[in-house]
């Protein structure tokens, strides 16, 4: 558990407050006393979101612990439990743009990667008391692609999200006879997307100012697919869910022909 990162670069709680935590111990001696540690507050029974929130308050504004024994026939859940609930949340929010609502079906993506098929309510309730639509989810972007397991971060080959119009681009070649125009947007694509998560188009992490910079991103987009792939690999991509089957080019969007590979 890496406390300093959670709490300096996330979450940023943004309607969590002190009285919405829930501090407790399963140890009757910590009952009206402080946690010094992260380890220390799982330990005792805390969750790990209401853990992460209260070491980010003041600590003259941090509840005081509560005794709560456990229930008859009832264990703290491991670590691994917790880091299962963490992947499922974390990729929830990646793929899907949004947290989790309690009524939602398990993703089958999701059932793919982990083997988690439960509700997601049974996987936050692990982390959080609270409810994760109430935190600002920003904390995504300081561990995709590097304290995500490998298996997790290849075996799904969905888009994430924000990347509908972007994903076909590394899985079709360019047609022979694009333009240079269109053959130096085809690479500026490309090397944003090698450079990981486009966290200015995610939908939890986008920045304004980006979106002003490029109107109609996804309009451009598609009109760089029409112009980048044949018709046979346009249809493929409809075929397989990749772009929605009524796309169409609107040719008053163009400014992709004006990128530049860098």
């Known amino acids: 558990m890496r406390q300093t990162n959670l709490v300096v670069l996330g979450p940023y709680p943004y309607r969590v407050g002190a009285k919405d935590l829930t501090i407790v111990s399963i140890n009757k001696e910590e009952d009206g006393k402080s946690f010094k540690t992260m380890d220390e507050a799982l330990k005792s029974g805390t969750k790990m979101f209401d853990a992460l929130r209260y070491f980010s308050l003041p600590e003259t504004m941090r509840p005081l612990i509560k005794y709560c024994p456990l229930a008859p026939g009832t264990t703290l859940p491991t670590r ?13 929010l990646l793929y899907l743009g949004r947290p989790p609502n309690d009524d939602d079906a398990p993703p089958k993506f999701i059932i793919g990667i982990l083997g988690a098929g439960n509700k997601p309510k049974s996987y936050t309730d692990v982390i ?5 639509r109430w935190m600002k989810h920003t904390w995504i972007r300081d561990y995709a692609f590097s304290a995500v397991n490998k298996l997790i971060r290849y075996k799904s080959k969905l888009p994430i999200a924000g990347y ?11 047609k022979e006879d694009a333009t240079i125009e269109v ?14 998560p486009l966290w200015d188009i995610h939908p939890i992490t986008r920045s304004e100012e980006f979106i002003r910079s490029i109107p109609s991103l996804s309009k451009n987009l598609i009109g760089l697919i029409f112009d980048t ?10 075929d397989k869910h990749l772009i929605h089957k009524d ?5 008053r969007y163009a400014s992709y022909k004006t990128w530049t590979e860098d």
Request: glycine share 2%.
């Open 80 to 92: 691994k439990d917790i880091a299962l609930s963490f992947a499922y949340l974390y990729l929830f």
């Open 128 to 132: 959080s008391s609270f409810n994760p």
């Open 164 to 174: 509908k119009y972007i994903h076909p681009f590394k899985l079709y070649t360019i």
């Open 183 to 196: 053959r130096h947007a085809f690479t500026a694509v490309i090397n944003l997307l090698n450079k990981g």
């Open 229 to 238: 792939f044949t018709p046979e690999q346009i249809q493929d991509m409809k």
């Open 247 to 251: 796309v169409y080019k609107n040719f």
